[in-house]
């Protein structure tokens, strides 16, 4: 059991979505958290986790929107840890519709942020993504402002002792809406497998990882961190081999918005990056300097001018493991 969960209370923004129902089953099967809460906006999803997790006693189901502060102030009353997964996520929907963007992932997280502190809750980990390095498209922007705003929240706490923390991580492998499951569902039919564009490369983490180190994350953070887990890359055109080698691709040209290669870390980044076995840390500009010195620790300070890009990524993952990787895990995946 981990124990760093041992009779806590854990909500999740956003928590009907891929990340809160693996996260969910973790902490129900390997913890003894006393309580565990689901703040979103749609109550059909909440009902169908009711029902995938036979109603547990453990269970909360908040309906809540991180537009609403007032909300949020409500929901967070007596909580421990907070993961803030709730996020407009889809690059083209963020372009056509920039305002409930920015509503969502911006101005949400300054709600979740004050919720947070008035609360007195003891730690919030905010989910990221890659888009958020060097962000070429408003999805990137606004989760570059909602790191760049938890990260700063740590200066606003005062006499309480809430920290805030980032993960950043690219796309995770079977998520609703991901490549995986899409080219899957083409299987068998007549359709080519649609690529952007045959020099693409991805970075590739598992849920199971992603829960992992927002556990690992949890343990370490101080405040003001940007976590990023070293994970390896792969061609997009070697996922399509994998899923099934005999279909043709259609290469139908970059969409808006749409990067060529995934970058977690950029070279003015790495001024404030350092090196672990597993991972990477980015420190705030301004965190004081004993704090500083705690949160680097044995931590190495990278080269300058490093990124932590795909395209160049040490470690790549092979067509044959993502073919067994989707043999076990398929069935699973498909699910949320």
């Known amino acids: 059991m981990h124990k760093l969960y041992n009779n806590k209370t854990i909500l999740i923004t956003g928590g009907t979505g891929s990340f809160g129902n693996a996260f969910v089953k973790f902490l129900l099967e390997k913890t003894t958290a006393k309580k565990i809460i689901i703040l979103s906006r749609d109550e059909m999803k909440q009902w169908s986790m009711m029902q995938k997790f036979n109603n547990d006693s453990r269970l909360r189901f908040f309906i809540g929107d991180v537009r609403d502060k007032e909300r949020l102030l409500r929901a967070f009353y007596e909580v421990d840890f907070v993961v803030h997964a709730a996020a407009t996520k889809i690059v083209p929907t963020a372009e056509y519709d920039p305002f409930e963007c920015i509503k969502t992932n911006v101005l949400g997280a300054m709600n979740v942020i004050d919720a947070a502190i008035d609360n007195n809750v003891q730690k919030v980990i905010a989910l990221s993504t890659d888009k958020a390095s060097s962000p070429v ?48 569902s083409l299987r068998g039919k007549e359709a080519n497998f649609p690529i952007t564009d045959e020099r693409m490369t991805r970075f590739m983490i ?31 055109t070697d996922i ?35 090196e672990y076995d597993s ?39 092979s067509i044959s493991d993502l073919t067994l990787w989707i043999e076990k895990n398929k069935s699973s995946f498909l699910e949320i």
């Open 240 to 274: 399509a081999k994998a899923i099934d080698p005999e279909k043709k691709l259609d290469f139908i040209g970059i969409r808006p918005g749409e990067k060529i290669h995934e970058e977690m870390i950029s070279r003015y980044e790495s001024l404030n990056t350092f």
């Open 137 to 184: 498209n408003l999805y990137g922007a606004s989760k570059l402002s909602s790191d760049k705003l938890f990260i700063a929240a740590n200066n606003y706490t005062g006499s309480k002792s809430t920290k805030f923390s980032v993960v950043r991580y690219g796309n995770v492998m079977g998520s609703r809406g991901s490549v995986i499951p899409f080219f899957l």
């Open 279 to 317: 991972f990477y840390k980015i420190l705030s500009m301004v965190q004081e300097e004993e704090i500083r010195d705690m949160t680097i620790r044995n931590g190495k300070l990278v080269k300058p001018d490093f990124s932590y890009e795909s395209s160049s990524n040490n470690d790549w993952m």
């Open 206 to 236: 598992t849920l199971d990882q992603g829960i992992e180190f927002v556990n690992l994350s949890f343990q370490e953070m101080l405040g003001g961190e940007i976590f990023v887990k070293k994970i390896p890359s792969m061609k997009v």
